[in-house]
């Protein structure tokens, strides 16, 4: 069975299911971004259930939580890149806003 999507071609010939190495989580989050976007498929469930209905493709709950993943950090950034952005977003706000108080800090024992 071959699947086209946009100007990707995806084939998943032979076995389908939770094994299936064509459809790994990269494949499956490019797949989903949209729908985690709009809110339509936020949980790993909802996930696994579009794969079905829509490739009649099973994959794993652990493949489904890393797509959600992966989608959510591409759709807002991730944690990591936020917390390095916090000093520099409060510089911003006390220069765009005079009189604003804006405070961060960190613990470094606990990063």
Sequence with gaps: MALRHGNF???????????NTLCNTPWVARE????????????PKAIKAR?????????????AWNVRQICIESIVGSYDQGYHDLPSLCMEILKSN????ARTWRQDDTL
Excluded: F
Aim: with cysteine; hydrophobic share 35%; net charge positive.
């Design 51 to 63: 794969m079905k209905v829509r490739y009649g493709v099973e994959i794993s709950y652990w493949t």
């Design 98 to 101: 005079p009189g604003s108080i």
């Design 9 to 19: 071609q995806h084939s998943c010939e032979g076995k389908l299911g939770a094994d």
């Design 32 to 43: 989903v971004e949209a729908l985690v976007r709009d809110v339509r498929a936020k949980t």
